[in-house]
Every structure is written in C-alpha cells, then in structure tokens.
T-cell receptor, first 112, second 111 residues
Framework: SQTIHQWPATLVQPVGSPLSLECTVEGTSNPNLYWYRQAAGRGLQLLFYSIGIDQISSEVPQNLSASRPQDRQFILSSKKLLLSDSGFYLC???????????FGSGTRLTVV | GENVEQHPSTLSVQEGDSAVIKCTYSDSASNYFPWYKQELGKRPQLIIDIRSNVGEKKDQRIAVTLNKTAKHFSLHITETQPEDSAVYFCAGRNYGQNFVFGPGTRLSVLP
C-alpha cells in the first residue's frame, strides 16, 4: 500500500534562517505531489505542485521554492525565512489525475 | 477556474443531532468531489467522496449528495458524536486539474 512520509514534525527557526522540509511517497510511481500551507485556523493554501521530476509549478509568489530530485521525493525550501512563513505545512500526493489527495502528517513551522 | 464556496463556516450541534455542510462550485466540468476531516493539529483525511455520475453516496453515518444542475454538494452527518468535532473541507476538481478546496467548516458537537 502507499504511504507518505513527511518530516520534521515540528520546527522552530529564527528569522533569516534557511528551511528544508522533505516528503517521500512509497508504494507508487509517478505520483502528483503537492505542498500546502495552513495558517492557524485557516484553510489550505496550495504552494507548489509537481507532475514529474523537475516539473514544478508555483501557485503563490513567495520566498519559498520546491524541488523534486527523485520521482517520489518532494522538498520545500527557503533561503531566508520570514515571520509570515510560520504555519502548518502539508505534503500530499495523488495518483496522476484522479482520486483524492493523501496528506502527510504535516510540519508545524514557527519562525521566531 | 474553479471556485468552491462552503457554508456555514462554523456549526454547533447537539450530540445525536444531524449536521449538514454545503458547498457550491463554479466549474460545470468538475467531476470529483471529496470531503476531508481535519482534527486539531492533525492532517486532513479523506472521509467520503463522490463522482459526477453519482447523486448520493453513503458510508455509515456519513453521506454526500451532489446536485450537478445547481452545482452544489453537501455532507450529511447523522447521529453526531463528540469525535465528529473537527474542521471539514470540501473540494472539487476536473480531470487533470488540481483540487480547489473550500474554506472549511468548524463543526462542534456539544455533549
């Protein structure tokens, strides 16, 4: 069966520091991969999605970037974090163009 | 593009009563509509979904109905229990497109 792993679970980082969040999917090939952010008490904001290796689309201009170095690995990065980057970051995958999303367990990022 | 609205934003019901959350969508080509439940501090989890060729789907105490003509779909929870308290998100998509999520409904089931 398919599983999605996301780490770390929590992260406290100072303003201006770099960020790297990693997500991997097992048990499937060529998944669609997504990064979402959720501010406290708010909805799901799509940040990036990827339909294949090195095929990444950005939904919202910001100081974040994403990379997909391998088929089942999706990385969210920042060179310099802002206070406004705090939130709950969720990775998700779906099987190509049908079916629902399966979310990872999330990373709670606090920028101080 | 698709736009999904969701109502109400908050809903409080007594334990044992029913809860209904409604979503409307704008793109008539959308053909798949899932519902997600997110407990506090946890990931959203798929609880039920419906495709455009079906009008209703049930899974124990949960049901979803779809009205393609009016472009709305609803989540129905019967015999609510405290563990149903969570934020519920609806979503819609067309084949090959990304999901568009509603803003969420915070459901509180009062004992």
């Amino acid at each position: 069966s398919q599983t999605i792993h996301q780490w770390p679970a929590t992260l406290v980082q100072p303003v201006g520091s770099p960020l790297s969040l990693e997500c991997t999917v097992e048990g499937t090939s060529n998944p669609n991969l997504y990064w979402y952010r959720q501010a406290a008490g708010r909805g799901l904001q799509l940040l990036f999605y990827s339909i294949g290796i090195d095929q990444i689309s950005s939904e919202v201009p910001q100081n974040l970037s994403a990379s997909r170095p391998q088929d089942r690995q999706f990385i969210l990065s920042s060179k310099k974090l802002l206070l406004s980057d705090s939130g709950f970051y969720l990775c998700a995958w779906s099987a190509m163009d049908f079916g629902g999303y399966t979310f990872g367990s999330g990373t709670r990022l606090t920028v101080v | 593009g698709e736009n999904v609205e969701q109502h109400p934003s908050t809903l409080s019901v007594q334990e044992g009563d029913s809860a209904v959350i409604k979503c409307t969508y704008s793109d008539s080509a959308s053909n798949y509509f899932p519902w997600y439940k997110q407990e506090l501090g946890k990931r959203p989890q798929l609880i039920i979904d419906i495709r455009s060729n079906v009008g209703e789907k049930k899974d124990q105490r949960i049901a979803v109905t779809l009205n393609k003509t009016a472009k709305h779909f609803s989540l129905h929870i019967t015999e609510t229990q405290p563990e149903d308290s969570a934020v519920y998100f609806c979503a819609g998509r067309n084949y090959g497109q990304n999901f568009v999520f509603g803003p969420g409904t915070r459901l509180s089931v009062l004992p």
